[in-house]
């Protein structure tokens, strides 16, 4: 389907690579994006991506980065899942703010937008190939002293596409969770810059 509209459309790009975690393919894809404004989405569309229009809004306005956030009180959520899901998601966001970021409801959201030479600046130096990227783009992101805002959107659980908890995967998760802090030498919880950098 990719390579029927990149034949016609000269701005779509197909690239296929060895399968090394979605962190190392979305850096790629990120690094020769271009644009004012580059972003990438989850294949489920688990969020709509009519919600772009309004992201781009608010980087139009100032901020370097906005991310989709199913966290806020304006997000809406069209299915449930599991209870056993949930409190893993819970469990991990709380852990999530005690021992690397305080101030992000949701950093794992998989619609997420840039300024474009704010990403190019982030994805060069990303290193996590696998599925909390998004938390070491963020730490970056409070390093370099960017502008991110959430976003409340809509959000749809595909169980199918989503990534599986088991006790194996959830101690994977928490072993790259420490890699991340252990490679920025985070003592206490990093504050990610939330107004806008103009």
């Not at 190392?24 to 004012?36: C, F, S």
């Not at 009180?73 to 469990?91: E, F, H, V």
């Not at 305080?102 to 060069?124: E, H, W």
Request: aromatic fraction near 10%; glycine fraction near 8%.
């Amino acid at each position: 389907v990719v390579k029927s509209f990149a034949r016609r459309n000269p701005n779509l790009v197909f690239l296929r690579r060895p399968h090394r975690g979605k962190g190392a393919a979305v850096r790629v894809g990120m690094l020769i994006a271009e644009g004012t404004i580059v972003g990438f989405s989850d294949a489920d569309l688990a969020t709509p991506l009519r919600f772009l229009r309004p992201m781009c809004t608010f980087l139009e306005e100032g901020y370097d980065i906005a991310i989709a956030s199913r966290a806020l009180p304006a997000s809406k959520s069209t299915s449930t899942q599991s209870t056993m899901r949930k409190m893993l998601g819970y469990g991990f966001g709380w852990f999530v703010k005690r021992i690397l970021i305080a101030n992000i409801y949701d950093t794992q959201c998989g619609l997420k937008l840039f300024r474009g030479d704010c990403a190019r600046s982030l994805f060069r130096h990303l290193s996590s190939p696998g599925p909390l990227f998004d938390m070491e783009l963020l730490v970056l992101a409070a390093r370099k002293g960017f502008g991110v805002i959430e976003v409340p959107v809509e959000w749809r659980h595909h169980p199918e596409t989503r990534l599986a908890y088991t006790p194996l995967s959830s101690l994977k998760l928490l072993a790259d969770l420490w890699r991340i802090r252990q490679k920025y030498g985070i003592l206490h919880p990093v504050y990610v810059r939330k107004l806008p950098r103009r």
